[in-house]
């Protein structure tokens, strides 16, 4: 069965450290890379990546897809306390599904 | 403008009851999506409607599991004869077009808890 695999599964930081966040995916159908926030239960979008090499970016977060060898990585610079959420990481394919990892669960520390 | 709503928030049912849980999309979004968390878990996708075509029911468990929407907007997952493994955090996701290009714009779940 093809799956989203993020690693790591959970991850303490202080404020102020720079964090990496990885998601491999299978190629099956590939069509988008999809990372989001969830603090409570609702997820909120951070990006969307569909091309290899073009790093997204948002404040203090970005995001880059490597089509070549499978992955994406999140990256968070200056951590803050508000940053602590499980990130998410989906794949988007054709047939209009999208297949999530089960995250990684960031807690930084005042 | 608004974002899509859930209801109920939480529901607590006896095993072997019938459940009925509501998502109220985006308005003009045409797709809607339905996915199951467990605790600990990625999300799980159940089925999506995209505007009049008929659902994607793939990723429903089982039979017990059905869902509904009419046209464009509200739409209904029921479960039938709950079981405790049903226990999840059911979220719905909207947008504006299927297809792996649009962005899904989520819900704040039901919390189901089945005893």
């Known amino acids: 069965e093809d799956k989203v695999v993020q690693s790591p599964l959970s991850l303490v930081v202080h404020e102020g450290d720079t964090v990496t966040l990885n998601c491999s995916y299978e190629?099956?159908?590939?069509?988008?890379l999809l990372w989001y926030k969830q603090e409570k239960k609702a997820p909120t979008f951070l990006f969307m990546l569909?091309?290899?090499?073009i790093e997204k970016k948002s404040g203090r977060l970005s995001s880059i897809l490597d089509k070549k060898e499978l992955f994406s990585i999140l990256n968070i610079t200056a951590t803050q306390t508000g940053d602590s959420a499980v990130y998410l990481c989906?794949?988007?394919?054709?047939?209009?599904?999208?297949?999530f990892g089960t995250g990684t669960s960031l807690t930084v520390i005042p | 403008g608004a974002g899509v709503s859930q209801s109920p928030s939480n529901k607590v049912t006896e095993k072997g009851k019938d459940v009925e849980l509501r998502c109220d999309p985006i308005?003009?979004?045409?797709?809607l999506y339905w996915y199951r968390q467990r605790l600990g878990q990625g999300l799980e996708f159940l089925i999506y409607?995209?505007?009049?075509?008929?659902?994607?029911k793939s990723g429903l468990p089982s039979d017990r599991f059905s869902a509904e929407r009419t046209g464009e907007s509200v739409s209904t997952l029921t479960i039938q004869r709950t079981q405790q493994e049903d226990s999840a955090v059911y979220l719905c996701?909207?947008?504006?077009?299927?297809?792996?290009?649009?962005?899904?714009?989520f819900g704040p779940g039901t919390r189901l808890t089945v005893l």
């Open positions: 996701a909207s947008s504006s077009l299927a297809g792996a290009y649009n962005e899904q714009f």
């Open positions: 190629v099956t159908n590939f069509r988008s």
């Open positions: 569909t091309s290899s090499g």
């Open positions: 989906a794949e988007g394919r054709a047939g209009n599904q999208f297949y």
């Open positions: 308005s003009g979004h045409t797709a």
């Open positions: 409607f995209q505007g009049n075509s008929a659902p994607d």
